[in-house]
């Protein structure tokens, strides 16, 4: 039996059009409705047809929908509820696909009083954003934590982690909380690097804009993949978490300056034993199937 028979996306970029995607394939009996407050992404959408009706209003996507979900930058989860709140059926459930929990828990749980609110975050996805973006296999084999609140409905829970198992993702559930520290580290600092390694890059005046273009090796190659990510999206991402963040970037801090004083120094065992250990992470990684084990992370070089 099906976890729902009747589906919602807001919000229709990479992440809900690849859901719409992703259900056709797996659950292709459910009926799919979209909704995206930019005509021109509902246009698209219609005509790549990724649901069964593109409402031209919040309130008309969720009037009949058992399952809502979300998929706007963790920002928007606020406006974006109260546009529906009034047309939103008992007994649906509300949920969503943003990179903080317990903010986003906060939010949708004053914007919908009488909801049933579980969150989840499929964590995946692409530097590349909007409907035409998305692709059916984007949650196979990926993690979405689910995060309900404290007091959630334990049947609610189950149909929420059961839909995203149907599309091939793999279940953790986690305290809105624990998620965000945990996302903190694993996520949004890496972001935040990124963004700042290659801005600090294109402002350095002695190199110009070509030649690091020019010459960019692997790692700066893979930090610029990183930074193309939706601006918007890590806005939002940053502010909604900020005190996980900001207790990562400390933390962080504190480790570059003790690899700047090895460096400084001389320390090179110091370095061998530190860069040894963080070797270790690239090989969970891939032995617990999260990245491609090829060498140069499976570039092709024909």
Known sequence: MLPFARVTIIGLGLIGSSITRAVRVHMPTVRLTGYDADPEVRATADRLQLCDDVADSAGAAVIDADLVILCVPVGAMASAAAEFAADLPADAIVSDVGSSKAEVLRVLTEALPNATIIPAHPVAGTERSGPEAGFASLFHKRWCIVTPGEGADPVAVERVAEFWRRLGADIEMMEPEHHDRVLAVTSHLPHLIAYTIVGT??????????????????????????????????????????????????????????????????????????????????????????????????????
């Open 201 to 302: 890059a294109s402002d350095l005046e002695e190199v110009t804009q070509s030649e690091v273009i020019k010459y960019s090796a692997g790692g700066f190659r893979d930090f610029t993949r990183i930074a193309a990510s939706d601006p918007t999206m890590w806005r939002d991402v940053f502010l909604t978490n900020k005190d996980a963040v900001l207790d990562m970037l400390q933390r962080f801090s504190e480790d570059l300056t003790a690899l700047q004083r090895a460096i400084r120094l001389g320390k090179g065992e110091e370095l061998f034993e530190h860069f040894t250990r963080t070797r270790a992470i690239r090989r969970g990684i891939i032995e617990q199937g999260q990245d491609d084990p090829a060498p140069d992370f499976g570039r092709s070089h024909e």
